[in-house]
């Protein structure tokens, strides 16, 4: 029996109804593995020719303009070489039954969202890779046909640019395969985030019920007041015999008296006052 990867879920948890989407999505995975398995396969060939040719003549040419074009084209190979689109590929198919390698029988899993993503997103870097290879042999062949023109090196000139021709022939049918695998794994994506997120989170909320206890849902500030009381507790019921009634006590209406200085300052303005009338009878 196949052990389930930490990345993958089972089918079971999986809507009957996206069942057949990952069918289709399977069977178009493993076209595309086989037309990449084909083209890179070719590339490897070539790519190897292409080190044969570069390590016999580059002490004779190696100040020579067309020979910039030759070393672009082996650095293209080794980076796409380190980036092994394949094998990406099928660590995204083995997903899908439990293992390390993909298997031709019935899918028993499917992969997690972030595992999609992160596939979905290597194989975009790989398509903008192979684009730029695409681009660069274009060049590599125009500066090889123009370095004709000279008359020297023929034979190493000839097989450079059938080379270059060659491998700008395989990027397109690279770039035709990547395509179809980025289309092929949105499909995955939306399958499995419409179909797969309401089942789990069905599963994530009768894993997670709690039963709420009564006790917390007390103050505790209300409780901690009752149990600092002598002889009252959470569980001991007051009463209006137990607690001393305090009487209100209201301010008193009586005015208050004034004081001797309060007076003595209203009978020295009273006589100021008269002391301007005065004043002013006298200078009329």
């Keep these: 029996m196949s052990t389930i990867a930490p990345s993958s879920h089972p089918r079971a948890l999986l809507d009957k109804s996206g069942h057949t989407a990952i069918d289709s999505v399977l069977k178009g995975l493993k076209k595309s593995s086989r037309s ?3 083209a890179l396969a070719a590339w490897s060939t070539d790519s190897q020719i292409l080190d044969r040719v570069y390590y016999k003549g580059k002490n004779q040419h190696r100040g020579a303009l067309f020979w910039r074009r030759v070393v672009e084209l082996r650095r293209i190979c080794g980076r796409l070489r380190r980036i092994n689109p394949e094998q990406k590929l099928n660590i995204f198919r083995a ?17 997690d969202v972030k595992v999609t993503q ?37 034979q190493l000139l000839l097989v450079l640019s059938a080379l270059a021709a060659r491998f700008s022939n395989l990027a397109l049918e690279l770039v035709n395969a990547l395509t179809k695998m980025l289309e092929l794994s949105q499909q995955v994506l939306g ?51 137990d607690i001393p009634f305090c009487a209100p006590q209201l301010p008193s209406t ?9 007076e003595s300052m209203i009978r020295k303005k009273k006589k100021g006052r008269k002391r301007d009338e005065i004043d002013d009878i006298f200078r009329l």
């Excluded at 797969?196 to 709690?210: A, F």
């Excluded at 009586?254 to 309060?262: A, C, N």
């Design 36 to 38: 990449l398995q084909v």
């Design 95 to 111: 997903s899908f039954f439990g293992s390390d390698v993909p298997r031709n029988g019935p899918w028993s899993c499917f992969p």
């Design 118 to 154: 992160i596939f979905m997103s290597d194989i975009v870097t790989c398509s903008k890779l192979v684009e730029k290879m695409h681009e660069q042999c274009i060049k590599a062949y125009e500066s090889f046909t123009i370095s004709l023109r000279g008359g020297a090196f023929l």
């Design 191 to 241: 399958t499995i985030t419409t179909r797969h997120s309401e089942n789990l989170l069905e599963m994530h909320v009768n894993d997670n019920v709690d039963i709420v206890d009564p006790k917390t849902l007390e103050d505790p500030v209300e409780s901690g007041l009752l149990q600092s009381h002598s002889g009252i507790g959470p569980n001991v019921a007051t009463t209006s015999d």
């Design 254 to 262: 009586t005015p208050s008296k004034p004081s001797r200085s309060s």
